[in-house]
């Protein structure tokens, strides 16, 4: 099809193309910086490798968004995050930052799968396709840079004990805060504050501790979704797929060769490949944690974020308290949402302003309902 007669995507795709250019820009820009850093010969080849496909993939973005009559502009700059991470890899080494990329990579396979499957479109299937296996080849590349093995686009946890940190965090910053905001509005004693602050405090933990709990116990739908993905990998990716188990048995200690006897073997009969997959790779059937240490972990971050706005008044009082119980919760709004960028892939300064936003808007309407309340019951 001609470039003139292709018509422009709607916005939706549009989007979600150019999150995907940017992440490539992101990968290309980090591993040049990591391959500038590293001393050993043999790392540097494989990231200076890593970032020149991943100019590779942002040059076919921008080909494909031209080809389609979008925009794109010329200069492409990588994101704050990004940034952050390049900065922090030359100040503390690349160990962390490489880490969060393999994280990064595997979540690419995931996402560019998904486009493979869902995308209307056949150049946007078939480049999606190439770029899953790209990715999840690089994964492979990061793997052995790391020391780690499996398939990190699969996540078969219950979210992790650092993620059940800090959403618990939110959840009882947030709603504390409001709450508190809401009796400040409605009365100046520092014994009704008090009182109400901690008891919110102790009822958000032991909700979001239950909440914890019982999200532990339908961990079966995750798995359930993680085995129809590996079968789907299995169909679109064998080669990989050899691949990975080739790596799986080579670190049990079989020899090489053997290691990709055996796999070529198994890979020859798909349902003995998943069930062989699903026990050594996903390894479900493994508790990675007890309903009740979900529970428990939650609970006590959550006790934790409901506290802050709480404790300045038992260090001071009047207004003081107020302004600072204000500072110190919008503050922890902005940090735990830039956290929390790292678990959901978007911009640490946007996903921090975002919870800024939400902590401003959950205190204004606290305190405009404890005004309503004193006006008409107090």
């Given at each position: 099809?001609?470039?003139?007669?292709?018509?422009?995507?709607?916005?939706?795709?549009?989007?979600?193309?150019?999150?995907?250019?940017?992440?490539?820009?992101?990968?290309?820009?980090?591993?040049?910086?990591?391959?500038?850093?590293?001393?050993?010969?043999?790392?540097?080849?494989?990231?200076?490798?890593?970032?020149?496909?991943?100019?590779?993939?942002?040059?076919?973005?921008?080909?494909?968004?031209?080809?389609?009559?979008?925009?794109?502009?010329?200069?492409?700059?990588?994101?704050?995050?990004?940034?952050?991470?390049?900065?922090?890899?030359?100040?503390?080494?690349?160990?962390?930052?490489?880490?969060?990329?393999?994280?990064?990579?595997?979540?690419?396979?995931?996402?560019?799968?998904?486009?493979?499957?869902?995308?209307?479109?056949?150049?946007?299937?078939?480049?999606?396709?190439?770029?899953?296996?790209?990715?999840?080849?690089?994964?492979?590349?990061?793997?052995?840079?790391?020391?780690?093995?499996?398939?990190?686009?699969?996540?078969?946890?219950?979210?992790?004990?650092?993620?059940?940190?800090?959403?618990?965090?939110?959840?009882?910053?947030?709603?504390?805060?409001?709450?508190?905001?809401?009796?400040?509005?409605?009365?100046?004693?520092?014994?009704?504050?008090?009182?109400?602050?901690?008891?919110?405090?102790?009822?958000?933990?032991?909700?979001?501790?239950?909440?914890?709990?019982?999200?532990?116990k339908s961990e079966l739908e995750v798995y359930e979704h993680?085995?129809?993905?590996?079968?789907?990998?299995?169909?679109?990716?064998?080669?990989?797929?050899?691949?990975?188990?080739?790596?799986?048995?080579?670190?049990?200690?079989?020899?090489?060769?053997?290691?990709?006897?055996?796999?070529?073997?198994?890979?020859?009969?798909?349902?003995?490949?998943?069930?062989?997959?699903?026990?050594?790779?996903?390894?479900?059937?493994?508790?990675?944690?007890?309903?009740?240490?979900?529970?428990?972990?939650?609970?006590?971050?959550?006790?934790?974020?409901a506290f802050i706005p709480v404790a300045p008044f038992l260090f001071t009082e009047g207004?003081?308290?107020?302004?600072?119980?204000?500072?110190?919760?919008?503050?922890?709004?902005?940090?735990?949402?830039?956290?929390?960028?790292?678990?959901?892939?978007?911009?640490?300064?946007?996903?921090?302003?975002?919870?800024?936003?939400?902590?401003?808007?959950?205190?204004?309407?606290?305190?405009?309902?404890?005004?309503?309340?004193?006006?008409?019951?107090?």
């Open positions: 099809m001609e470039q003139q007669e292709r018509i422009r995507p709607d916005n939706k795709t549009v989007k979600v193309w150019k999150h995907h250019l940017q992440d490539e820009i992101d990968a290309s820009f980090l591993y040049g910086v990591f391959a500038s850093l590293e001393p050993d010969a043999k790392r540097k080849e494989i990231l200076s490798g890593l970032a020149e496909v991943e100019t590779q993939h942002v040059i076919r973005w921008q080909e494909m968004l031209m080809a389609y009559n979008v925009g794109v502009r010329k200069r492409q700059r990588p994101t704050l995050k990004a940034r952050l991470m390049a900065w922090y890899a030359r100040r503390f080494g690349s160990a962390f930052p490489l880490s969060q990329m393999l994280g990064e990579e595997a979540n690419e396979v995931k996402d560019y799968l998904t486009l493979h499957r869902n995308s209307t479109l056949e150049e946007a299937r078939e480049t999606a396709l190439t770029l899953a296996k790209e990715s999840a080849q690089h994964t492979e590349s990061l793997q052995e840079l790391t020391g780690t093995v499996g398939e990190p686009w699969h996540k078969t946890e219950s979210g992790g004990m650092i993620g059940n940190i800090v959403y618990g965090f939110n959840d009882g910053l947030t709603a504390n805060f409001g709450l508190v905001a809401g009796v400040i509005a409605a009365t100046s004693d520092l014994s009704t504050i008090l009182v109400t602050g901690i008891v919110g405090t102790v009822a958000d933990a032991l909700s979001m501790g239950a909440s914890g709990y019982l999200a532990a993680e085995i129809e993905v590996e079968k789907e990998e299995i169909r679109l990716m064998p080669d990989l797929e050899e691949d990975e188990l080739t790596l799986i048995y080579t670190a049990r200690g079989v020899p090489k060769d053997q290691a990709r006897e055996l796999a070529r073997e198994m890979m020859s009969d798909p349902e003995r490949a998943l069930a062989e997959k699903i026990q050594t790779e996903l390894k479900i059937g493994e508790v990675y944690a007890t309903p009740l240490k979900e529970g428990w972990i939650t609970g006590l971050a959550t006790a934790i974020g207004m003081l308290a107020m302004w600072i119980s204000f500072t110190l919760a919008m503050v922890s709004h902005f940090a735990v949402g830039a956290t929390r960028s790292f678990f959901t892939g978007r911009g640490l300064v946007r996903s921090g302003i975002d919870m800024f936003a939400v902590g401003l808007g959950v205190a204004g309407v606290g305190y405009l309902v404890g005004e309503l309340l004193e006006r008409f019951f107090f």
